[in-house]
């Protein structure tokens, strides 16, 4: 207690650092998929704890594991940035993606997805209420020596003083902070986790110079312009973890200030915007 812990961070790209060996005929049609939308997926834990946590668990959930496995670190949960099947896995098409429910099976871990994207998830995962655990807008995920746990902190001030906290806290020896804050627009319950208070991963929110479909029948494309008005109140050193890398594997807050969609634009002008890019 009291002590800094290192961070253990590791973004994993498909066709890169997993999806590689096809095991059965299932892997083998839907890996070509996995590579072209070059999925990105998250480990975030505590090294010295020798846990953490997967972000978005899809396509390869053995070669996942592995992975920890490989950096010594166990998988204590999940969090599910929003509930497609590219994401979370589940049915499409016809077939069945590997995905949270697969994790779940295979490791037995709880499932973090916030509340309006959690019973899609259980519809499409098949995933028992007794491992979901819907989430609020800034619920935060610690993981600390004392295990995992969720605190609702209701932030003070702009999005910059409470990243601040939450920096203080990881600092103070408190264990890995995970704020998740909710940002509809992509799918209803699509959030994004802010790590430390310095690192956000978006999933399909925010991508470097882009942003998510917003074509989907439950898009909203005035909820994304309120959920970038939040994000856009973070530091400006903030590093952007999208969850695709067609458009780059990284950013920063600011970046996307100046030249992407966290730049301000009014509501009337973003109404009339009809080019969305992934």
């Known amino acids: 207690s009291g002590k800094v812990r290192e961070l253990f961070f590791r973004q994993l790209l498909s066709g890169r650092d997993v999806c590689l060996k096809i095991t059965n005929p299932v892997q083998k049609m839907v890996y070509p998929f996995a590579h072209e939308l070059q999925n990105l997926m ?48 589940g049915p ?63 932030p003070s001030g702009e999005g910059a003083l409470w990243a ?22 992509h799918s209803p319950g699509s959030h994004c986790i802010l790590v430390n208070g310095r690192g956000l991963i978006t999933g399909d929110t925010l991508f470097p110079g882009s942003c998510g479909s917003l074509e989907n029948p439950d898009s909203d494309k005035i909820a994304m312009w309120h959920s970038f008005k939040m994000l856009s109140s973070l530091r ?23 030249a992407g969609f966290l730049k301000a634009i009014p509501l009337e002008l973003w109404k009339t915007k009809d080019t969305f890019f992934i």
């Not at 505590?46 to 053995?62: A, M, N, Q, S, T």
């Not at 601040?164 to 627009?185: F, I, S, Y």
């Not at 400006?236 to 970046?255: C, F, L």
């Open 42 to 89: 998250y480990l975030i834990g505590d090294k010295e704890l020798g846990k953490c946590v997967v972000v978005d668990p899809c396509w390869d959930i053995r070669g996942i594991i592995e992975v920890a496995t490989k950096n010594e670190m166990e998988i204590a949960a999940t969090v599910l940035t929003h509930y497609h099947f590219d994401h979370a896995g």
């Open 92 to 154: 499409v098409s016809g077939i069945t993606v590997e995905g949270a429910y697969d994790l779940v099976r295979l490791i037995n871990v709880p499932v973090f997805v916030n509340e309006h994207d959690s019973e899609p998830v259980r519809k499409s995962n098949g995933i028992s209420s007794a491992h979901l655990r819907p989430t609020k807008h800034h619920d935060v995920l610690v993981l600390s020596a004392e295990g995992l746990r969720v605190e609702s902190r209701k």
């Open 164 to 185: 601040d906290e939450d920096h203080k806290q990881w600092e103070a020896g408190k264990g890995v902070q995970m704020r998740l804050l909710h940002t509809p627009g």
């Open 236 to 258: 400006g050193d903030t590093v952007v973890w999208p969850g695709h890398a067609q458009a780059g594997k990284h950013s920063t807050v600011d970046r996307e200030q100046r």
